[in-house]
């Protein structure tokens, strides 16, 4: 079921396992193939503003098969990793990878984390915002396993500004990436999902503001604003670091 929310569209947490369980064993090679093969860069980046010192715990949250997980471990092999999902198909694959024997591995929605409170120094997701059944929600529990002070960074899609591309881009997210979805993976409905949940997201300002509601704050000085922005096939692509603020101090 897909449900309404003021902001975007939310898919619930059962339809959310269903159609990620149907296109687990392929997802990897079609984010491969719809990014034009500048997804494995993008976590790279995505990684190294997370920046885990050694010993750190650090939770990837909508991990899929853990391709962020495997990543911090690479570049911050000191770092303890934990990578949850709600997909039981994405955790079995991961499990299976090369390194995946250094993570620990979680199934669990993203609203309902069975984490204490303050358990993590760092959490990273990809891809997971737009696809959670409640924002708000999600931000909450995320902020309450962080401890104060600690790192949070998010990569993810967002509506292609305005330009003279723009007719391009939709036949990209309307045509192209649903045909993708049919031919490799034989689930047309839900790379046409995947693609709706772009273009009905938050900006990343607007979502800046969400995190700042649910307890985060932005890191000062590392960039103009608390968004980096590039653009593949026309849509934004955005990296969020924000840092956990205690929430028994004064704001």
């Known amino acids: 079921m897909i449900v309404d929310k003021q902001d975007n569209h939310s898919l619930s947490a059962d339809s959310a396992r269903r159609m990620f369980g149907g296109i687990a064993r392929r997802y990897d090679l079609l984010n491969r193939l719809i990014s034009l093969g500048q997804d494995r860069r993008w976590r790279r980046l995505a990684v190294s503003r997370l920046a885990p010192r050694s010993g750190e715990r650090v ?3 909508g991990a ?3 391709e962020l997980a495997l990543e911090t471990l690479r570049q911050f092999p000191g770092a303890r990793v934990i990578a949850a999902d709600l997909t039981p198909e994405m955790v079995r694959l ?6 995946a024997q250094s993570v620990g591995w979680v199934i669990s929605e993203a609203g309902n984390l069975p984490f204490a409170q303050r ?4 959490l990273i997701s990809g891809f997971l915002l737009r696809n959670v059944e409640s924002l708000d929600g999600a931000l909450a529990e995320q902020r309450r396993v962080l401890r104060p002070g600690g790192a949070w960074v998010a990569l993810d899609t967002t509506p292609a500004r305005r330009g003279p591309f723009r007719p391009l881009i939709e036949l990209h997210f309307r045509l192209v990436i649903p045909l993708l ?6 689930r047309v409905q839900a790379y046409r999902w995947l693609t709706a949940s772009t273009r009905g997201f938050l900006t990343a300002e607007e979502l800046a503001e969400r995190l700042g509601t649910a307890g985060f704050e932005g890191v000062a000085g590392e960039h103009e604003t608390v968004v980096e922005r590039e653009q593949i096939v026309g849509v934004d692509l955005h ?6 603020v205690d929430p028994d101090l004064d704001r």
Do not use: K
């Open 59 to 61: 939770l990837d949250l």
């Open 94 to 99: 991961g499990r299976s990878r090369p390194g």
């Open 239 to 244: 990296f969020l670091a924000f840092l956990a």
């Open 119 to 122: 358990a993590f120094d760092g």
């Open 181 to 186: 979805g049919r031919l490799v993976a034989g």
């Open 64 to 66: 899929g098969t853990g």
